[in-house]
Nanobody, 124 residues
Framework: VQLQASGGGFVQAGGSLRLSCVAS????????VGWFRQAPGREREGVSC????????YYVDSVKGRFSISRDNDENTVYLRMNGLKPEDTAVYYC??????????????????WGQGTQVTVSS
């Protein structure tokens, strides 16, 4: 599955963005999808994920209460709504198919790849 992340941008602290992850080539309906990010000089980290049904979601502690993941299977799209953005949220955000539990997210590189991601920059 080819996934394209978009919706990043430059915002001030406290602002909001909505990232979109659109699938092409095949349906996203049977896949769990995760959002990952990488800040300069830091390792990639799993931010959030949603199961194929949308019932199960996960958030890393640092974004709980601020970020919300959702999906529209009719549109073959997964969204990440980000509110209350902080400078430490600055990173390139990627979406991939994922192994998603209530406690963790891991990329599923058998069915997708990292791609270019979308840059989110939050100024203080």
């Amino acid at each position: 599955v080819q996934l394209q992340a978009s919706g990043g941008g430059f915002v001030q602290a406290g602002g909001s963005l909505r990232l979109s992850c659109v699938a092409s080539g095949s349906s996203l309906n049977s896949y769990s999808v995760g959002w990952f990010r990488q800040a300069p000089g830091r390792e990639r980290e799993g931010v959030s994920c949603i199961s194929s049904s949308g019932i199960r979601t996960y958030y890393v502690d640092s974004v709980k209460g601020r970020f919300s993941i959702s999906r529209d299977n009719d549109e073959n799209t997964v969204y990440l709504r980000m509110n209350g953005l902080k400078p430490e949220d600055t990173a390139v955000y990627y979406c991939l198919t994922a192994r998603c539990t209530y406690y963790s997210v891991e990329p599923n590189l058998r069915s997708s790849s990292w791609g270019q991601g979308t840059q989110v920059t939050v100024s203080s």
